[in-house]
């Protein structure tokens, strides 16, 4: 039985606004009209955009269904769709059951209230009783770390805190269908670990699912199936790791295998401004041979002061699992202090010790304890990896193999030659 339908829905926006006509406007406009003047066109002040174009989606009771797709695919929008923040230009979207949507963690927070008065007050708006917001009230503030400031002024929290109050809040809502958008690049890597372990539970509970990420490793391990949206249309909807493929496909031929997208994540402290990756001679490439020289440039701004940032590179391949990671601490190559407005850029280079395949970039600038993410990019670029078909799997191990002789054989030989 269906949980979700979406029968050929269309979302149409605006982009640009009309403007108020002044005093001095409407007496320019009648002059025009008496003396034969034509009045300046609405549409040249504003355009129209298909965010979704004739999509059908029909995702039965229980399934975990991953969406993915390049920036501006119009993934966000299919779930505001879904959670009824916005209604389809054409078409219909029909849930059954008790829906929670996890798109804006902290949404509906007041500054001016303590984290406890916000816990009640989000969890109203959630959906939750009073009753069901005591019993899980202990839960709530357990799984978020912060016991000890939750008769604080939510004013007074980091960017981070807010976060994981907010994502804890929403993570104890106990929903039929659950609409999850990135919401689990908050907080630190510890806390997004924990945030992950509960969307597991929330999965096992039988609660259907849609996932909305560029965290192709946590998509590829949470879905059992995989929709990829690109320019508001379906293009394949299937197995995980077939879809991801598509996908990087579609990241090479936009260019992002070059330059990555600027993405914005955390609390918008900092923000990644480019990624290139070229050969080693300094071409631009998205494209090497196993074994060869690579150089990567990732170009970063920080809106905040910063006293030591990390900035921590991880490689997946097509199926989404993580084959490297490291940070420019581990590497000896340390960022700040960088003050606000300051731009850096790190540069990575090394040889390319992956077998044949396709792979993803995966960034995110931390704070120097790692108690927040300042940025975060999941899709930074993309590369692929040529091979010359000698062996299967995922690192170049750079092996040579040899055969020795079979002392056995020498033995036999010696006895022969004692015989004759």
Not at 28 to 37: H, S
Not at 133 to 158: C, M, N, Q, R, W
Not at 287 to 308: I, M
Request: glycine share 10%; proline share 3%.
């Amino acid at each position: 039985m269906s949980a979700i339908v979406v029968d050929n829905v269309w979302k149409r926006y605006v982009i640009g606004q009309a403007r108020y006509s002044s005093l001095r406007d409407t007496l320019a406009g009648a002059w025009r009209g008496l003396f034969g003047g034509a009045e300046r066109p609405e549409s040249a002040r504003t355009r129209e955009f298909y965010a979704l174009k004739g999509v059908s989606l029909r995702i039965e009771k229980g399934a975990v269904v991953g969406v993915i797709g390049l920036n501006g695919a119009g993934k966000s929008t299919l779930l505001k769709l879904l959670s009824r923040v916005t209604r389809p230009t054409r078409g219909t979207v029909a849930t059954e059951g008790r829906v929670s949507a996890l798109i804006e963690v902290g949404a509906g927070f007041h500054p001016e209230l303590t984290g406890r008065e916000n816990v009640y007050l989000n969890g109203s708006i959630l959906g939750m009783s009073r009753k069901e917001v005591d019993a899980k009230f202990d839960a709530i503030v357990d799984f978020s770390g912060l016991a000890a400031f939750i008769d604080t002024p939510v004013k007074h929290y980091s960017s981070g805190m807010f976060a994981r109050l907010g994502f804890s809040v929403a993570a104890h809502v106990e929903p039929d269908i659950l609409l999850v958008d990135e919401v689990l690049s908050v907080g630190d890597f510890g806390f997004q670990q924990k945030c992950l372990e509960r969307m597991r539970r929330i999965v096992d509970s039988g609660a259907t699912v849609v996932f909305v990420s560029h965290n192709l490793p946590a998509v590829t391990s949470l879905c059992e199936e995989v929709v990829l949206l690109h320019e508001g249309e379906i293009v394949m909807r299937g197995d995980p790791a077939a879809t991801v493929s598509r996908y990087h496909g579609l990241l090479s031929t936009s260019g992002s295998a070059v330059r990555g997208a600027v993405s914005e994540g955390g609390a918008a402290e900092a923000r990644f401004l480019s990624a290139e990756l070229a050969d080693e001679s300094g071409n631009p490439t998205a494209t090497f041979t196993g074994g060869r020289p690579f150089r990567l440039r990732v170009g970063v701004r920080f809106e905040k002061a910063q006293e030591s940032p990390v900035l921590v590179l991880q490689v997946c391949n097509a199926r989404g699992v993580a084959v490297f990671r490291t940070d420019s601490r581990a590497a000896g190559a340390e960022i700040g202090p960088a003050g606000s407005g300051a731009e850096a850029a790190v540069e990575v280079v090394g040889r390319m010790n992956l077998l044949e395949g396709h792979y993803i970039v995966r960034a995110i600038l931390e704070s120097g304890d790692h108690e927040r993410v300042l940025a975060s990019n999941d899709a930074l670029c993309s590369f692929s990896v040529l091979g010359d078909g000698r062996a299967q799997g995922i690192a170049d191990l750079a092996f040579e193999m040899t055969v020795q002789p079979d002392a056995r054989k020498e033995r036999v030989s010696d006895d022969v030659r004692r015989d004759e």
